[in-house]
């Protein structure tokens, strides 16, 4: 946030917001969600909660589910996600699905459930499509992944880096 960028070039991440919730939301049995977001700073995290809101807000606004809390991790930090979770466990409510901003938080967030045999019991959803996260959706404790394939991003950076040493228009908005 606040950036003093030229270019910025990433994938749809309100998309991959919509994409979270929409697995949360047509999951059955799920009522009561816990959010664990990354990190404040970082203008990804808000653009991944622009799209989950859009589907998420109605349904708690109307009662049809229930947000329990939305957390937000500082830079990123796993035990920041680890203690959310932890938390919510030992405050007894029932939890059944945890929307987490990246594989790595889902990781920290599975950890937890683990301790309380949790496991596959509570949807946990995320993306980035890390290894351990396709390991974790393969053995059920983690519900789903978002993979972003990162040649995608390579093959446009490096477009737009000639086109910017080059002072030609970018063709983009």
């Known amino acids: 946030l606040n950036a003093n960028v030229d270019l910025y070039i990433s994938f ?5 917001g919509e994409l979270l919730a929409q697995k949360v939301v047509n999951t059955p049995g799920v009522q009561n969600v816990l959010i664990i977001n990354g990190a404040k700073t970082d203008y990804n995290t808000h653009m991944i909660k622009e799209g989950y809101d859009k589907v998420l807000e109605p349904l708690f606004e109307s009662g049809e589910m229930t947000l329990l809390s939305e957390n937000w991790t500082n830079n990123w930090i796993k035990e920041f996600a680890f203690n959310y979770t932890e938390s919510a466990i030992r405050s007894g ?55 972003k394939p990162i040649e995608q991003l390579v093959d446009s950076a490096l477009r737009m880096a000639i086109r910017l040493a080059k002072h030609e228009p970018l063709g983009i908005n």
């Open 12 to 16: 749809d991440n309100f998309k991959v």
């Open 93 to 147: 409510t029932q939890i059944d699905a945890i929307l987490a901003a990246n594989d790595s938080l889902a990781e920290a967030v599975i950890e937890a459930l683990s301790e309380y045999r949790l496991t596959g019991e509570v949807t946990v959803v995320g993306q980035d499509a890390d290894l351990t996260a396709c390991q974790r959706i393969v053995e059920g404790t983690q519900a789903m992944t978002i993979y």
